[in-house]
């Protein structure tokens, strides 16, 4: 065999186990993808149960401007604003259907009030709250509406679920508005199974 032959084939043997290599790595990469995309499952988010599908407030009531808060409770009683404080986890089916109606508080109430949802799990245990710790009003369930005054007293606790119409009322006679029933005629128009809202007639 001549020594140019011997150079020819020892330059193909590189090529032809590269185009091997080349093949292997490109089956991996398809079989890695095809796995992936059946092993995974399609990213739904649900209202029916307790899986953390991304923040409520943005996921179920459109409404991003809920969190952050604007204003912190502390920054709230130094403003003298009456106070709106919600406690959630976004992992909880009843805190899910509440979100869309913590939205319509602050439609209608936000320029008027601080509303502040608290994730539970920001909440840090202490033997003692100080008086603007979002801590102190908490009761261990969610979802929970605790509504504070202009000077900080509580004038409103209630745990689990609240339709509007419940906080409605207590914020209309805090800031000394008329009854629902003497403003205007309103009915209720439900836009799904969990939230609803009062339109005018």
Request: hydrophobic share 40%.
């Amino acid at each position: 065999m001549s020594s140019f032959q011997n150079f020819t084939e020892s330059f193909w043997v590189p090529q032809a186990w590269f185009r091997g290599w080349h093949r292997l790595v490109s089956a991996l990469l398809v079989l890695g993808l095809s796995f992936s995309l059946w092993s995974s499952s399609p990213a739904l988010a649900s209202i029916d149960d307790d899986r953390l599908d991304g923040n409520i407030f943005v996921v179920y009531a459109g409404n991003g401007s809920l969190v952050p808060p604007r204003l912190s409770l502390a920054e709230s009683f130094q403003r003298q604003l009456p106070v709106v404080l919600v406690y959630y986890l976004d992992d909880s089916q009843d805190c899910k259907e509440y979100a869309f109606i913590v939205s319509r508080i602050q439609e209608f109430y936000g320029r008027a009030t601080s509303i502040i949802p608290v994730s539970v799990d920001s909440l840090l245990p202490q033997a003692k709250y100080a008086k603007d710790d979002p801590g102190r009003y908490y009761q261990g369930v969610v979802p929970q509406t605790v509504i504070l005054d202009a000077k900080g007293k509580q004038i409103f606790n209630a745990k689990g679920v609240v339709k509007f119409e419940v906080v409605d009322d207590v914020l209309r006679d805090l800031f000394n508005l008329l009854p629902r029933s003497e403003s205007v005629t309103l009915k209720q128009r439900t836009f799904n199974e969990f939230n609803s809202e009062l339109v005018e007639q």
